[in-house]
Structure formats: C-alpha cells, structure tokens
Nanobody, 115 residues
Framework: QVRLVESGGGLVQPGGSLRLSCAASGSFFSGSFLGWYRQAPGKQREMVATITPGDSTNYADSVKGRFTISRDNAKNTVYLQMNNLKPEDTAVYYC?????????WGQGTQVTVSS
C-alpha cells in the first residue's frame, strides 16, 4: 500500500524559509508525477508545484521565484523549498503522487506564516 508522509511544516515569520519533505512508500516512485498542493481555511485546495518523472516543473503564479520543488528518486522523497514566505502562504500543505490511474495524498502538514 502506498503511503505519503509529509514533514517540515511549522510556524515561521514573514520572509523566512521552510523545507517540506514527503516520503513515499511503494514501487514506481521514479515514474510518478508528484506535486504539492495547499488548502487555506475556507478555501479550495490549490496546486502549488508539480514535477514530472523527467523533472519538468510547474508552479502556481503566486509562488514562482520563491518555491522550488525537487525529487530524490533514490530516497523516494519529494521536497518543497519555500523561501520569502508570506502570510498568504499559510495553509495545510499536501503531497500528491500520481502513477497511471492511481492517485495518492498525504495527511498534510501545517505551515503558518506570522509575526
């Protein structure tokens, strides 16, 4: 059974940085499409960043130039480096994995940006 476990969330001041990690179990990690999504209170879940098996990346306009998604297939892990964080980045961040017709979600990790 595939599991995704996020870590690295927390409280940070505006302008600060955090690095989220998502460790995945199961096979075919290197062939999976991976992504980070977030959901703020009262809002719908939105895409933050995605990365393909070939390492092509895509970002939401609101995080371009500040966030970087990367993957380490040897460790079955996907990362989200978040710099210059803003209060509007406050949300629960979820890891997502897609392979063929299967889709999996992590349990989420809270990121709070506040002074």
């Amino acid at each position: 059974q595939v599991r995704l476990v996020e870590s690295g969330g927390g409280l940070v001041q505006p302008g600060g940085s955090l690095r989220l990690s998502c460790a995945a179990s199961g096979s075919f990690f290197s062939g999976s499409f991976l992504g980070w999504y977030r959901q703020a209170p009262g809002k719908q879940r939105e895409m933050v960043a995605t990365i393909t098996p070939g390492d092509s990346t895509n970002y939401a306009d609101s995080v371009k130039g500040r966030f970087t998604i990367s993957r380490d297939n040897a460790k079955n892990t996907v990362y989200l480096q978040m710099n210059n964080l803003k209060p509007e980045d406050t949300a629960v961040y979820y890891c997502n994995r897609k392979y063929v017709w299967n889709e999996y979600w992590g349990q989420g990790t809270q990121v709070t940006v506040s002074s």
